[in-house]
């Protein structure tokens, strides 16, 4: 019994340590990036309807992040963003005092929004789909992104690069967000285009 | 008569006096209702245009009160009021001064507060000063704009109070040399 006992425990140290071994190879495959705040080659828009006669595109100005992404292990690939949601931007300083106040964003209560990745698929041509859960006005709910690479390589200055643009759309009510805006601004569209630089 | 004298007020001051105070009030009640417009209210967008128009109205008033006040006599204090009444009205006017100022250019910072003018009345623009204030700055300016035309209005209410009380209770001139005479 106690011979026996010894070996499990043995046997799962050495399975355990074989594991941690093994995640630490395919962690050395999977790439780190982090999105290019500094030349700003990243945005968040959104985009609602007026009235339902045009599109208002507004901005987050101010956000950070990282993705991992890996070649033979597509679907390991992981996103993480947070936004500060104060840098709300739609060119119009009285609107942007209203989307911060607490009919919108409450911006007070809820300095940040953020997206956590929890699986990626992607297809042949660079279409994948991306599921992840997105917190934003304190809620927090799973959103599915529609997700395309749009390409990568080595950059000029002794770098590697990945660039990706993804949209999904949120429907205001189900974060908490009820102030009306018509029927035809009940959803909008949230536009993410992130080119990250391989750490 | 235009100009004041050591015991009167002159027709300018007079009609800059009561214009400013219907302006003001009207400025508060209307900032006090458009601010809670349904966005599909037919006056979301005209009140705050009258009020913008207004707001720069009564400032430009402002500095023409004050030149002309330093253009003119002072009108002296009935004898019949108590020295501490006396620097008590002062002290509660040039605080109207000082409050109005930082309320039109609080209201001012908010409109401008990306860089665009604000129009005057569809006539001209009078632009912006700044080309962006940071988030917390055109919020707090917002809640600075609130808390102090509140604070004007209720010092307002208490200066109306005191020359009825003048009127009616001491039955003095304070409030027929602001109107007639």
Same mark, same amino acid.
Do not use: F
């Given at each position: 019994m106690k011979t026996f006992l010894k070996t499990t425990v043995k046997n799962t140290l050495l399975s355990a340590s074989l594991a941690t071994a093994l995640l630490a190879t395919s962690g050395l495959f999977a790439a780190e990036y982090a999105i290019d705040k500094k030349g700003q080659h990243a945005s968040i828009q959104f985009k609602i309807s007026h009235l339902g006669y045009s599109w208002m595109v507004g901005r987050f100005n101010d956000f950070d992040g990282s993705f991992s992404y890996d070649e033979k292990d597509k679907a390991a690939s992981k996103v993480n963003v947070i936004v500060n949601? %104060?840098?709300?931007?739609?060119?119009?300083a009285e609107r942007d005092k209203h989307l911060r106040s607490d009919d919108f964003l409450d911006v007070e209560k809820f300095p940040q929004a953020k997206f956590e990745s929890t699986k990626y698929t992607e297809g042949k041509d660079g279409k994948a789909t991306l599921i992840g859960n997105l917190t934003l006005h304190g809620v927090t709910k799973e959103v599915i992104v529609a997700v395309s690479q749009v390409g990568a390589g080595k950059d000029p200055w002794g770098g590697f690069r990945r660039g990706f643009e993804g949209t999904t759309r949120i429907a205001l009510k189900d974060f908490?967000?009820? %102030?009306?805006?018509g029927p035809a601004s009940a959803e909008l569209d949230l536009i993410f285009n992130f080119e990250g630089v391989k750490k | 008569m235009l100009k004041n004298t050591t015991v009167s007020f002159g027709l300018i001051s007079k009609t800059l006096h009561w214009s400013m105070a219907v302006i003001l009030v009207g400025l508060f009640a209307v900032g006090l209702y458009m601010t809670d417009l *349904? +966005? +599909? *209210?037919?006056?979301y967008h005209t009140l705050p245009w009258w009020h913008k128009s207004f707001g720069l109205l009564v400032m430009a008033l402002l500095i023409i009160r004050y030149i002309w006040k330093r253009l003119n006599p002072e009108p002296q204090?009935?004898?019949?009021? #108590?020295n501490w009444e006396v620097f008590l009205a002062q002290f509660i006017q040039k605080l109207f001064y000082v409050l109005i100022l930082l309320i039109g250019l609080s209201g001012y910072f908010i409109s401008t507060a990306k860089g665009k003018g604000i129009e005057f009345f569809g006539w001209f623009e009078v632009p912006a000063i700044t080309q962006a204030i940071e988030e917390e700055r055109a919020d707090l300016v917002g809640e600075i704009h609130q808390v102090l035309a509140i604070t004007l209005i209720v010092l307002a209410v208490l200066h109306a109070a005191a020359a009825l009380k003048h009127h009616f209770?001491? #039955? *003095?001139?304070t409030l027929n040399r602001m109107i007639n005479k």
């Open positions: 949601t %104060k840098s709300v931007d739609s060119n119009h908490g967000i009820t %102030k009306n805006l | *349904d +966005y +599909y *209210d037919a006056l204090a009935l004898t019949s009021h #108590k209770i001491d #039955k *003095d001139e």
